[in-house]
């Protein structure tokens, strides 16, 4: 149930060594999406304290959380939170949206056509951003988990102008790219942002291949926040 939020409670107590394993990068994958993400294993003597019911006597929902409801996709705010039908750990599909998480990172693959500036808004709201694809891991894992849910996804890698260099929509250049062989192609000037494609035809596709497009024109899209939820 509400395990994620009651878990971060434990961690405080008199431990004091505060600031020590908050960067433990969690890069085992061991599947288990419960954890709190920061500080996991790192000086903590016996952990296990943390679930159930605290030395404090009371249950899950304490003073922490918000005061609704978990929120669950029924058109309402449930948690209280100013979103509505948010998708998020206990609420996996809604509003077009699907979680995945993988490579330290949530992800939601949303199949709703936006443009590429509303569809970064969007990401926003769920405190993430349009995917950032910084490696071949990364977009192994997109092109997965996007599979069969259609051809075109925005992800957050975009350029100002037919003379300004590709960068990401936090401000970082292209370490990483899967360009198709034919593109960025920029065919009618003006293709300034940048789709994965899945399902389109060889040689000159394959899934996954990025191509740059109208930045305006509708597209489902990724979002993507850097921690698992
Ligand atoms: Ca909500
Ligand atoms: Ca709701």
């Known amino acids: 149930m509400g395990t994620f939020e009651g878990g971060s409670t434990g961690l405080a107590g008199s431990e004091s060594s505060t600031s020590e394993g908050v960067l433990g990068t969690s890069s085992g994958s061991s599947g288990q999406l419960e954890t709190t993400g920061d500080g996991t294993s790192s000086g903590a003597p016996s952990a296990s304290s943390s679930d159930g019911v605290g030395a404090d006597g009371t249950e899950g929902t304490s003073t922490g959380s918000p005061p609704g409801e978990p929120e669950i996709c029924d058109g309402i705010d449930n948690d209280l939170d100013g979103l509505v039908d948010e998708v ?10 699907t979680l995945f998480q993988g490579e330290g990172q949530a992800w939601w693959a949303c199949t709703q056509n936006k443009g590429w500036e509303t569809a ?11 995917a950032i694809v910084p490696d071949e891991a990364s977009q192994n894992l997109l092109l997965e988990n996007v599979m069969g849910m259609g051809t075109f996804f925005w992800i957050g890698g975009r350029r100002d102008d037919s003379m300004s260099p590709w960068g990401w929509v936090d401000g970082s250049a292209f370490v990483y790219d899967a360009w198709a062989p034919t593109q960025p192609d920029n065919i009618d000037p003006g293709q300034h942002c940048v789709r994965m494609t899945v399902g389109l035809t060889p040689p000159d596709w394959f899934d996954g291949a990025w191509d740059d497009f109208f930045c305006n024109d509708g597209q489902f899209y990724v979002c993507a926040a850097p921690h698992t939820l």
């Open 88 to 97: 998020g750990a206990e609420n996996a599909q809604c509003d077009t949206c």
């Open 120 to 130: 970064r808004a969007r990401c926003e709201e769920y405190g993430a951003q349009l």
